[in-house]
């Protein structure tokens, strides 16, 4: 079957999928506290879910990555990993997942014994209060647990951080050492103009160059030729021995190498996080019962694909998008 090649002569490997757009946490970035949520009907089935992996699979997808809204609230979720993993060592190489930490306690193990080996857990601060503040929600110790249970079950752990200019700049330091410290790499993000959310987001953007040229001050950085297929660029932290990753889409271009594409938990295909651009892929799923539609459907997708995306930082206080990062999935 033709692998999935974009006009810009990109092959698409990666897919994101966005299981729900739920959450147990309401981080003021990413969510308003009264966010409302898509009626179930418009959700894909985890059979339709498991039927588009498969798809994209045959076409070249080695890597899986399930993200939401918090993917943990899905019910039936280890169900479909379980199902997904069918594919690994024939074609699949990775299925990984993105969660909150909130209800890894509980998951840990299962996620493993699905075939699951490494998890990205979002934390933004160590701070009981400053975590309740971002997450809206008091679940620090929840989520220190569920890191704790993915650590004994085996699971590989890379920690997210959204940089925020007046909650969390001041204890980044603390939360890279904190993380090295246990063998975890950790990445930091700035924030994305994505969706509509309650707070004005130029007030929190924090910029990661800035992050970056202070930290040159107290440790020695080195550039790592690590690439991930993403927007993600890393250094070893000599002082610490860990890796530290920078998610800069509004300061530094990344998407000349980008090989991933998103699909939202209502069966649209993403082609590019900073843009509208996108193809429904559920009408042809529930009304084709071949598979030849579906495939025609990704392949006039993917020939829309945008060369990179058009974030700007004057436009921050207005969303690039209207979709919210919780829909497609970070
Ligand atoms: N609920 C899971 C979690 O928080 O890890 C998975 C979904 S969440 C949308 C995926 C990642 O996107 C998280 O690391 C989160 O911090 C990040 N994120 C959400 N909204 C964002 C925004 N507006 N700008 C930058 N990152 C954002
Ligand atoms: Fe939920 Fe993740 Fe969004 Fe926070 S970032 S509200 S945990 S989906």
Request: charged letters at 25%; hydrophobic letters at 40%; one cysteine or more.
């Amino acid at each position: 079957m033709n692998p999935l090649i974009d006009p810009f002569g990109r092959a698409i490997t990666y897919l994101r999928v966005s299981v729900t757009d739920r959450c147990d946490l309401r981080c003021v970035y990413c969510m308003s506290e009264r966010m409302r949520f898509l009626p179930r009907a418009e959700l894909l089935t985890l059979e339709e879910l498991d039927r588009l992996c498969a798809v994209f699979v045959a076409r070249g997808v080695r890597r899986l990555r399930f993200t939401g809204g918090e993917p943990l609230v899905r019910r039936g979720f280890l169900d479909l990993l379980h199902n997904v993993g069918r594919h690994l060592g024939r074609g699949l190489d990775e299925i990984t997942v993105t969660t909150n930490g909130v209800q890894l306690a509980e998951f840990a193990e299962p996620l493993f014994a699905a075939g699951v080996r490494r998890v990205n857990v979002s934390l933004d601060s160590l701070d009981p209060t400053t975590f309740a503040r971002i997450a809206r929600r008091d679940r620090l110790s929840q989520v220190l647990d569920g890191i704790a249970a993915a650590q004994r079950a085996g699971l590989r752990i890379k920690i997210n951080t959204v940089a925020l200019k007046h909650d969390n700049a001041h204890e980044i330091p603390d939360l890279v050492k904190w993380a090295h410290g246990q063998g975890f790499d950790i990445t930091l993000i700035e924030t994305m103009p994505l969706g509509e959310i309650d707070e004005d987001r130029t007030d929190q953007f924090l910029s990661l160059t800035r992050v970056r040229e202070d930290m040159t001050s107290y440790w020695r950085l080195t550039d790592l030729p690590d690439r991930t297929g993403g927007p993600a660029r890393y250094v070893r932290v000599e002082d610490t021995g860990g890796r530290l990753g920078f998610i800069t889409p509004l300061t530094h271009n990344f998407c000349e190498g980008c090989s991933r594409v998103r699909l939202t938990c209502a069966g649209r295909l993403y082609l590019c996080l900073g843009h509208e651009t996108s193809v429904d892929l559920r009408a042809p799923l529930r009304e084709a019962a071949d598979e030849e539609t579906l495939h025609a459907a990704i392949d006039a997708a993917i020939a829309l694909r945008p060369k990179g995306h058009d974030f700007q930082i004057e436009r921050l206080k207005t969303p690039a998008t209207v979709r919210h990062m919780s829909v497609t999935g970070g």
